[in-house]
C-alpha cells in the first residue's frame, strides 16, 4: 500500500457483486406490484409465515460491522 493513498481505499474491503438475485422456489415477482407473490393464489411473500428469507428489502450487503451508538 502508498502511504499517500486515501485512508478509504486502503481499509475498504471488496465484497463481489451478485449478477442477479436470489430467486425463491415456488414464488415469482411481479414488477408492477414491485413484491413476491405466489403464482398459484396472488399472495404477497412478506405476509406468509413460511416464506423463504430473501434478505433485506433493499438487497443491501449485510456484514454485520455497523458501530450505530458508539
Do not use: Y
Not at 21 to 42: C, I, K, L, Y
Amino acid at each position: 500500500m502508498n502511504a499517500r493513498e486515501h485512508i478509504l481505499t486502503r481499509l475498504t474491503v471488496a465484497h463481489p457483486l451478485r449478477q442477479a438475485p436470489p430467486m425463491p422456489d415456488g414464488w415469482e415477482f411481479d414488477s408492477q406490484v414491485g413484491a413476491w407473490t405466489d403464482p398459484h393464489t396472488g399472495r404477497f411473500m412478506v405476509h406468509d409465515v413460511d416464506s423463504p428469507n430473501c434478505g433485506t428489502k433493499k438487497n443491501d450487503l449485510e456484514t454485520g460491522e455497523d458501530a450505530k451508538g458508539q
